[in-house]
């Protein structure tokens, strides 16, 4: 049974830091790409940052400079350090599990941690 269970959200002060972890299981966590999503209330769900397997990140340009996702694949668990929040990062963040070949892919979800930006 694949679980992915976020934890580290909460209720912070605009400029503030939260770090955010998912840990993996049932999955091999290293052949993963792993992702952090969110979604605000009446928006869509959208990127924020990913990682590839082997390392390489990508970061939406709202959060570029201020975000860093990083994994631990001894742990199982990848990570989202949020600085300089602001209150538009309000949001429940969702961690991802992407995996790819050539014919196929698939995601795994977790179930979600609220962030709350506010003074």
């Known amino acids: 049974q694949v679980q992915l269970v976020e934890s580290g959200g909460g209720l912070v002060q605009p400029g503030g830091s939260l770090r955010l972890s998912c840990a993996a299981s049932?999955?091999?966590?290293?052949?993963?790409?792993m992702g952090w999503y969110r979604q605000a209330p009446g928006k869509q769900r959208e990127l924020v940052a990913t990682i590839t397997s082997d390392g390489r990140t990508n970061y939406a340009d709202s959060v570029k400079g201020r975000f860093t996702i990083s994994r631990d694949n001894t742990k199982n668990t990848v990570y989202l350090q949020m600085n300089s929040l602001k209150p538009e990062d309000t949001a429940v963040y969702y961690c991802?599990?992407?995996?790819?070949?050539?014919?196929?892919?698939?995601?795994?979800w977790g179930q979600g941690t609220q962030v709350t930006v506010s003074s």
């Open positions: 049932g999955i091999i966590f290293s052949i993963y790409a």
């Open positions: 991802n599990a992407h995996i790819a070949a050539k014919h196929w892919e698939y995601d795994y």
